[in-house]
């Protein structure tokens, strides 16, 4: 009988060729140039049935992320449960974003609502070691998580300091006195009965942190009601959105005074998220 090995398993296998080359690696503990140059090892059972059974999680639809319990982000490998949304390379517009409006600023104040895994807070906070971040969060799990992932990520010793999870829904468990530079948020903005939810990695993500139940405006609405209250003169707030939904966002931000309202597209030419500029 012909031994398994990587190479067998790989050709044998019914997802994509990249998917089952990520869920071997992990199984395995090697990296990409070991697929190539161990390809024809004999596997033994314990490693053959553990990557077995992830590919029949997979192919039942379970993300990647969650297999293998992590997804890089902004150049940073972020821990990932079931517990968060999956960080996806659109929401680094947003990052992007938030750094060009804090760049030139001595010890920027920013807040990112609705963190999840942490994936923006600790991104801002890793491309600026000198900004006093502070991450919201109403699930407990969520805010453990993203307290693990900045512990794992930043410097102990940042000049910032360590980041500022908080327990809360939206502005709630904030000090009223506090006021930010940039505001961030990538909120539940899928409206219910939207197809999407239903299909692909969405369906193993969090509804709470996908859909509001309602039309997909309920967190945005509050979170631009509350942000003039908390941001200092001048300062930013940036949320991204639905692929329909950058009109309707820039027509809140308008009605609420922000001054210089835009969107942004992302790589796909997709208006992916909108903010603007509190008044000095």
């Known amino acids: 009988m012909n031994p398994v090995t990587a190479d067998t398993l790989l050709r044998a296998s019914p997802l994509p060729a990249l998917e089952a080359r990520v869920l071997l690696m992990h199984v395995l503990g090697w990296r990409r140039t070991e697929l190539i140059t161990r390809g024809d ?157 239903e299909q692909g990695d969405l369906r193993f993500e969090p509804r709470g942190a996908l859909t509001d139940e309602a039309d997909g405006l309920t967190a945005l609405r509050a979170i631009v009601a509350g942000a003039l209250a908390h941001l200092a003169p001048g300062g930013v707030l940036w949320m991204e959105h639905g692929y329909d939904q950058a009109a309707a966002v820039r027509t809140l931000l308008a009605a609420q005074g922000f001054s210089d309202v835009h969107s942004q597209q992302d790589l796909a030419g997709i208006e992916r998220i909108s903010g603007g500029r509190s008044p000095r």
């Open 41 to 197: 090892e004999a596997l033994d059972a314990a490693q053959i049935d553990a990557y077995r059974a992830l590919e029949a999680r997979r192919v039942e639809g379970v993300p990647v992320a969650q297999l293998v319990g992590a997804r890089e982000f902004y150049g940073l490998d972020f821990e990932v449960t079931s517990d968060v949304l999956i960080p996806r390379p659109e929401t680094e517009l947003l990052v992007e974003t938030a750094l060009a409006a804090i760049e030139g600023q001595t010890a920027p104040r920013v807040l990112d609502l609705g963190t999840g895994s942490g994936a923006i807070a600790v991104a801002i906070a890793s491309a600026r070691p000198d900004a006093r971040v502070w991450a919201v969060d109403r699930s407990a799990a969520a805010l453990a998580l993203a307290e693990r992932n900045a512990t794992r990520l930043l410097h102990a010793k940042r000049p910032g300091g360590a980041l500022a999870f908080l327990s809360g829904s939206w502005y709630d468990a904030l000090d009223p006195s506090l006021r930010f530079e940039a505001i961030v948020s990538n909120p539940p903005y899928i409206a219910s009965g939207d197809p999407h939810l």
